[in-house]
């Protein structure tokens, strides 16, 4: 088990630390506000799916979010930016400004087998532990896990639930620092090969799973793809690989450090806030919500699975979700099914069973 060792570095924090700082919120400006739209507006008229970095003029901006993405990639692994009058903007507007913003720090990717890059959080009828459905298509809670695909997680907040709802982070490394230290044997179980659900989101020549670990302990940083759920409800095909008490033991472990008050960072997530996530460095979760019976209040965020092209080292099996892109050489996204193309949709897909 030599490759069992902790970590001392800027992702592995602790809850009540960062709850005790503000380096990690930032509130727009009027000014900063002014040039995200008139950056957006002048491209009102172009598909989101043909506009890059290159298209939106930031000269302000830029350098701040140049150090969002340091923070992000390579730092303490979370930020939340605050303030966008969302409840003021056209959908078009917002949409344009959070793909601005969102193109400062990496590669959308898709979220879906029908090629979603402008992915929607909100209550379609799904329920979060159905086999062939995912969480975000319900208003269930979602424990502590990681998103399957991407590098980097993003959600702009357009509309908040009538009650519940509320996000929390929780550091991997911090998480992998105490198994390590306190119950290593559950660490390295979670360096072992699991099988993870693709929850039938399958193309041709593809097994219904996946197969990688939880937990990859590397020179400078551990990785995590935690998603127990998905492992789980994995076991009824019969060739993944079979869960032991250990393994399940481990799992519980992670969550209940994840939520432990020592651990756990909770966060006031408003309309108009964007969060982005290191989806590889930091764990997140989300309490069950109620929403508004009303169809236009209901709780509604747009999502950014990004890569990151000049990001971390990617092991191997972190590539067995997706495949790596070509032109980047980082995970591509969900692949899409025959006949899907690429799209941003402005509005929540129906949901598919």
């Not at 020592?262 to 989806?279: A, C, S, T, W, Y």
């Not at 997140?284 to 990151?308: I, K, N």
């Not at 997706?322 to 193309?341: I, K, Q, S, Y």
């Amino acid at each position: 088990m030599t490759h069992l060792r902790t970590y001392r570095i800027d992702s592995a924090w602790r809850g009540p630390d960062m709850a005790g700082r503000t380096d990690w919120i930032h509130e727009f400006s009027n000014t900063e506000i002014g040039e995200l739209e008139t950056a957006a507006d002048a491209v009102i008229a172009q598909d989101i799916l043909d506009l890059s970095a290159d298209d939106f003029d930031l000269p302000q901006l830029d350098p701040f979010l140049a150090k969002v993405r340091a923070d992000v990639v390579d730092g303490r692994g979370f930020v939340l930016l605050r303030g966008l009058p969302v409840d003021q903007w056209p959908l078009e507007r917002a949409a344009r400004v959070y793909w601005a913003i969102g193109s400062r720090v990496g590669v959308p990717i898709s979220q879906n087998r029908v090629g979603n890059l402008l992915g929607h959080v909100t209550d379609v009828g799904g329920a979060a532990d159905h086999p062939n459905q995912r969480g975000h298509q319900s208003s269930d809670a979602l424990a502590f896990h990681t998103d399957i695909g991407a590098e980097i997680v993003s959600l702009l907040c357009l509309q908040g639930a009538r009650s519940g709802g509320e996000s929390a982070l929780a550091s991997a490394a911090a998480v992998w620092n105490a198994l390590v230290d306190e119950r290593p044997d559950l660490a390295e179980a979670l360096t072992d090969t699991f099988g993870f659900d693709r929850r039938n989101e399958v193309v041709d020549g593809q097994d219904p799973w996946y197969e990688m670990p939880v937990f990859f302990p590397m020179e400078g940083h551990v990785m995590a793809s935690f998603v127990p759920e998905f492992i789980r409800s994995a076991q009824r095909f019969d060739g993944a690989p079979r869960l032991t008490a250990l393994h399940e033991e481990a799992f519980d472990a992670v969550k209940s450090l994840a939520n432990d008050p020592d651990f756990k960072l909770e966060m006031d997530f408003r309309p108009g806030d964007i969060q982005f996530v290191n989806n590889l460095a930091v764990l997140h979760s989300r309490t069950e919500y109620e929403d508004w019976p009303e169809l236009a209040r209901r709780r509604h965020l747009l999502r950014l699975w990004l890569a990151v092209p000049d990001g971390w080292p990617m092991p191997a099996p972190l590539q067995a979700r997706h495949g790596m892109d070509a032109a980047t050489g980082r995970p591509r996204g969900v692949n899409l099914e025959p006949g899907a193309r690429l799209s941003a949709p402005l509005s929540p897909p129906v949901l598919r069973t």
